[in-house]
């Protein structure tokens, strides 16, 4: 099915808006500390912002609502097959490999499956697993898998 972008606009406001109502009941801090509430908060409104975002476009298109599209193509299923083989691979292999390379392995062969050129793969793989470390673990002190980085 594709949906109209309106539809789905509507939808992720209606889901960011009970994540916030949801998340009104965690526990506060005190003191003026953010609570656990505040980044899924942040979050939440920012779906809603970006629903409302797709509200406009999706009128504007004047397509139906809904429609059926062709039947899955071995592609399509592929394509999807590798996505969930690489959650699993992560899952497995990162307290091992480590979050860096085993985040890389998933990346690089995610691009590569999805016909990126190769030295392209390499290089967004390489940055984006870099990144995303640095983000969570040394600014959001997250801990990641060492793995063989462990020396």
């Given at each position: ?50 629903g409302a ?12 609502l809904a ?45 590569l499956v ?38």
């Open positions: 099915m594709r949906f109209n972008d309106a539809v789905i606009g509507v939808a992720v406001i209606l889901f960011g808006l009970i994540v916030i109502v949801h998340v009104q009941s965690y526990p506060d801090m005190g003191d003026g500390m953010p609570g656990p509430s505040l980044f899924p908060t942040v979050l939440a409104g920012l779906l809603v912002i970006a975002v797709q509200i406009p476009r999706g009128i504007r298109s004047k397509a139906p429609e059926r599209l062709p039947e899955f193509t071995a592609r399509g299923v592929g394509n999807m097959l590798v996505a969930v083989l690489g959650v699993v691979f992560y899952i497995y292999a990162s307290d091992t490999l480590g979050f860096l390379l085993t985040s890389f392995c998933v990346m690089f062969t995610l691009m999805l016909r990126a050129g190769f030295f392209v793969s390499a290089l967004v793989a390489a940055g984006a697993a870099v990144c995303i470390y640095l983000m969570f673990n040394k600014m959001l002190m997250v801990p990641l898998p060492i793995g063989l980085f462990a020396f």
